[in-house]
């Protein structure tokens, strides 16, 4: 095999990024800002003292401080498992025969198993920073809880996870690594909270939400001194902390000389996929390069491609800020046999304003080819892919494919995410041919967008 650059590009420790990148800084049309849903007016930092960490908040209203240097501490832990490798796809190259050159930024050398740690230790050591007990959240597919869970652990804090019921129960695993790092873990909607105990008489049934557990997660921490509320997605300053991942991406790109032609990766909340791209979209924002980037989010779960830009609740029980984003409403829920993670009914403001603009494109894929990408990927490259990794992973062989025809050389760059070996349950649906694709119809998701909450000045 003939190679021009290494199949893993690894930056040096001391190249590790020392600052994140906000993208907001480039961006002439900001992200719209979190509103009050009593008063329907932007959120102050005194508004959101109560219920996130301080300096978060701080992070999260500027849009015009570029850089934001990485605290020591947080740098030291993030030596523990990066710089994260970017990966030559050569076997996959092969295995497709196509001329385009792939590459993956592989997120999933840590115990959580994905990306989610890059945001978890630091939103850990700004609760620990502000003299805090601990910090509460939900976790869906349970990456973000996991992440969590070390992180709060290494900085001593306590961290209480509410959990979706149904992946409570289809992934008992991924709770004992919880509880192995020290986090509480309950399944959503639980007893435990009036939201949980409200939702639990109206859907006796209901096996949960994202959205749901968030509700539940909020109320523990406004109603307990010395706890906050931290959230592994969507939010602007969890976006600025995984530019680490772009950042490291780019750089092991200039190591080689190598310009990216296209950039991929999934979208569930916006997190890992604004991290990725963001340098890359700061040099398309100021004119100074251009890239192709696309977003790939679940069929079952199609908020670019089929939701509304509009403000909407982050969270079922309607408690949460209103934010402005590509949304399929609060109250959606992907069918249940939906297995591949990217459930959240919206999308992070900031990628949701750089949609609107145009900046890039978004695709919606069905689980079943999502599951005989990550297939095909695990076979020739090694890696078990998660499932919501394996969107990208979808997208790129996609486009590969097309190269092929085509015969240009693109150079395809993918982020995955992180891997799979708590997803067995769906891989098992997918190998025993039990799995399906289920879509929303138009009229399912009308249904949800008509109840978009009124919001004065919107449409
Ligand atoms: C949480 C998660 C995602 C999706 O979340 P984003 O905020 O959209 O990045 C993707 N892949 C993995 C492995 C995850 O854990």
New binding site residues.
């Given amino acids: 095999m003939k190679q021009e650059v290494p199949y893993k590009i690894y930056l040096n420790e001391n190249e590790i990024p020392t600052q994140w990148y906000n993208v907001r800084a480039d961006m002439k049309n900001k992200p719209a800002p979190l509103l009050n849903p009593g008063t329907g007016k932007p959120l102050t930092l005194e508004d959101l003292n109560p219920i996130f960490c301080e300096e978060l908040n701080k992070q999260e209203l500027d849009n015009d401080t570029r850089f934001f240097d990485i605290p020591e501490e947080i740098q030291n832990f993030y030596k523990m498992y990066r710089p994260a490798p970017l990966v030559r796809a050569y076997f996959l190259e092969k295995a497709l025969g196509t001329p385009a050159k792939i590459y993956y930024k592989f997120?999933?050398n840590n115990t959580?198993?994905?990306?989610?740690l890059n945001s978890a230790i630091a939103q850990a050591y700004y609760a620990k920073k502000e003299g805090l007990k601990g910090v509460t959240t939900e976790t869906?597919?349970?990456?973000?809880g996991t992440?969590l869970s070390m992180a709060c652990a290494y900085f001593d804090l306590d961290c209480k996870v509410y959990m979706v019921k149904c992946s409570y129960e289809q992934k008992p695993f991924r709770r004992e690594v919880m509880r192995t790092y020290g986090a509480n873990v309950t399944p959503s909607p639980s007893l435990t909270t009036n939201v949980g105990r409200k939702i639990l008489s109206e859907h006796p049934d209901t096996t949960g939400s994202l959205g749901c557990a968030i509700s539940e997660a909020v109320e523990v921490a406004v109603t307990n001194p010395g706890y906050r509320y931290v959230l592994?997605?969507?939010l602007n300053q969890?976006l600025l902390h995984?530019s680490i991942i772009g950042l490291e991406t780019k750089a092991a790109l200039d190591k080689y000389g190598i310009k990216a032609d296209m950039i991929i990766?999934?979208?569930?909340?916006?997190?890992?996929?604004?991290?990725l791209i963001a340098p890359f979209m700061g040099e398309k924002l100021r004119g100074e390069a251009d890239y192709q980037i696309i977003a790939v989010e679940p069929a079952s779960c199609p908020s670019f491609t089929r939701g509304k830009y509009a403000y909407d609740f982050c969270d079922t029980g309607m408690i949460c800020p209103l934010a402005k984003m590509y949304t399929l409403g609060s109250q959606f829920i992907p069918s249940a046999n939906h297995a591949g993670?990217?459930r959240?009914h919206g999308?992070?403001p900031v990628m949701s304003q750089l949609y609107a603009d145009g900046m890039f494109e978004a695709r919606a894929v069905e689980q079943t080819a999502v599951f005989e990408a990550a297939t095909q990927f695990a076979r020739v490259e090694g890696i078990l892919?998660?499932?919501?990794?394996s969107?990208a992973i979808r997208v790129a062989i996609d486009e590969a494919l097309k190269c092929k025809e085509t015969g240009e050389e693109k150079t395809i760059v993918f982020?995955l995410?992180?891997?799979?070996y708590f997803d067995l349950y769906a891989y098992e649906q997918f190998n025993s041919k039990t799995m399906t694709d289920v879509i929303p119809s138009d009229e399912l998701i009308k249904e949800y967008l008509d109840k978009l909450p009124k919001v004065p000045g919107q449409e």
């Fill in positions: 997120e999933g959580s198993g994905s990306h989610k869906g597919a349970g990456q973000w992440a592994g997605s969507v969890v995984q990766g999934c979208a569930g909340g916006g997190s890992n996929l604004g991290g993670g990217l959240f999308m992070s892919p998660a499932p919501e990794s969107h982020g995410t992180g891997t799979g």
